[in-house]
């Protein structure tokens, strides 16, 4: 058991290898171990490339014939961009499977470990499935909820302020807390603002390695024509206007009209669009009224507070979540929370969940 | 070097133990040493009790001739209720004393220190000056702002919300959190309050084990005749209100006329009336009108911001530090950060300091 423990905790480090470049896949890594000895590791390094245990298998120098294998992720059993794995396992003569959480995709879910049990191998599954589960919590929130990954990011003063009462926003995070969250973007498939955070800060919302897509919501089509975003990075910019906006023609950008609903753009929608277009995650960087839209619609799956370790005050000052609002008992509660301090600011990072006892 | 550190360590940790009871005066602690061996130790219990001194003096079991005082604070050279503590350690033979920090009180700074080295006696001072002055924040502060030592205690949701929209207050934070705040007052000669939350809670403010004065600010006497520290407490009741207020008579209750400036009780009178009064520390608890106050005055020591971990959400919803507001420039930067979980809940404590480079 403690054993188990060991090489699980080890696949998630190998799979972690490869955050920011398997998406729409999981991040999965497989170990062998053949008379308690490890012999093989693998992980999946892209999407496209070979699933973890075909590495782990093909790394083997000596035959594996009898050994465990250990993997995350249920192994897939259909045929993708790759042949299924579950057939290159039987064929192994892999003796038994230690899997921490079962595939959410319904076209695998406990198939694979049906096949593999059907075929005299020996399958455990569950240990170490809630770490496992966090690891590809992009994936499973695809494949259980049908739609992208929501993480909400915001930087505000000890006091819950994103602006000073005169308006300055520039910067209440320091230069390490900054940096943290560009590096953040590596992580999503797309960032997302609205309008009026492109209007008064014109920013650039790349990663540190990556060119992530940008989605606006821009319910009147407002968007500068000198805005940043759209002149360097047309391609890469996804809009979403009310079905009432008077349209215009933004080369090489995607724009859609959808209908509001309460004079909002409804952002479950927009998410459903997105989800479409292949976005499986999406970072919201605000303002204040956008990340409180999809906090108001229970929208929200992950959130990181970076806060500055200053005072701001102001009752007309911007706060860091507006809108309507929540009520005590309505509002989420923030779960598995972490603290850290990034330079000299803190960032607490954590799961809201909306159903309380 | 490592040794008097030891032993300095020592004397705050006895000071500590009468820790809300000292007042007026600050605590200390002292041990003392002979041929490398504690022969005794003490503190200082009460205000109008023996120095911590000469409690170490009187509690050896053998001669100190040639011994070593450790104290975190000069002895006092004057008579103020008990007679001078420096006549008394030259009396008693000590070859050395090691002071963690100089006394701040003018009349004794530095002189003590002359004293003793006049009479012989080998003395060191500021190791540990740092942890000693923090021990008696609020005595150094006394002495060297001649004013209270102000507390702002706050408990809001991470976006910084002391209520919810539609104004639900009860409760933000949790039982643990609620009960460790109620400790805090007892560190502290009063808790002070606006009148807005007199009428909206009506607050009890006592602590665990003391009954603290009551401190209300209310330019238009408008507290209710019914409100619990009217009617239970109006002996530790102090009011401020305007001088434009209609008077009203409250017995057993001091209340202060003041004048308003720029529409506002100016709260570095009140806390001057306080401090002719004796009262050497204030335990701020809102809402959020009055924190700002403070903090727009520069007059804020130290926060205690509970969070909890929720989401309220609300551009209107009130917000922890309301009134003006101060520029990204201006507003104070919180330095000596700790954080710790109380429950479900967070601390954030700190020492707000206003001249940043």
């Not at 170490?128 to 909400?152: C, D, G, H, I, T």
């Not at 004079?263 to 919201?284: D, M, R, Y």
């Not at 108001?296 to 200053?310: G, N, S």
Request: aromatic fraction near 8%.
């Amino acid at each position: 058991m403690k054993r188990d423990i060991y090489f699980l905790k080890k696949t998630l480090e190998l799979a972690k290898r490869a955050e920011g470049h398997t998406s729409p896949n999981p991040m999965v890594g497989a170990v062998i171990l053949k008379n308690n000895k490890e012999i093989s590791c693998g992980f999946h390094k892209k999407s496209g490339k070979p699933h973890a245990e075909i590495e782990a298998i093909n790394n083997a120098r000596i035959n594996i014939k009898g050994a465990t294998l250990y993997i995350n992720l249920e192994p897939c059993c259909h045929f993708g961009r790759t042949p299924p794995c579950v057939d290159k396992i039987i064929e192994s003569g892999i003796r038994r499977v230690v899997i921490a959480t079962l595939d959410p995709n319904p076209v695998v879910h406990g198939k694979s470990v049906s096949k593999l049990k059907k075929a005299g191998i020996k399958v455990s599954v569950g240990c170490f499935s809630k770490q496992a589960r966090r690891l590809n919590e992009v994936f499973f929130k695809n494949m259980e909820a049908k739609r992208p990954f929501v993480v909400v990011k915001l930087a505000q003063s000890l006091d819950g302020k994103i602006a000073a009462a005169g308006g300055e926003s520039k910067w209440i995070t320091g230069e390490h807390a900054r940096k943290f969250a560009r590096k953040l973007r590596d992580k999503y498939d797309c960032v997302l603002v609205g309008i009026n955070t492109v209007i008064k800060d014109n920013p650039r919302l790349n990663g540190v390695k990556k060119n992530p897509y940008k989605v606006v919501i821009d319910p009147k089509l407002r968007i500068p024509k000198d805005a940043y975003i759209l002149k360097n990075d047309s391609q890469k910019l996804i809009i979403f206007a009310s079905t009432k906006a008077k349209k215009k023609s933004l080369k090489n950008t995607k724009v859609f009209f959808i209908k509001e609903e309460k004079g909002k753009l409804p952002v479950k929608e927009i998410l459903s669009i997105l989800n479409q277009h292949g976005i499986t995650s999406v970072f919201v960087e605000g303002g204040s009224c956008t990340a409180a839209n999809f906090f108001e619609e229970k929208l929200v799956d992950k959130v990181h507070f970076f806060i500055a370790p200053i005072i701001l005050g102001g009752k007309s000052a911007l706060t860091s979540i507006g809108g309507q609002g929540l009520s005590l008992r309505d509002c989420p509660e923030v779960s598995e929370l972490r603290i850290e301090k990034i330079g000299q600011d803190m960032l607490i990072t954590g799961y809201p969940y909306y159903d309380k006892k």
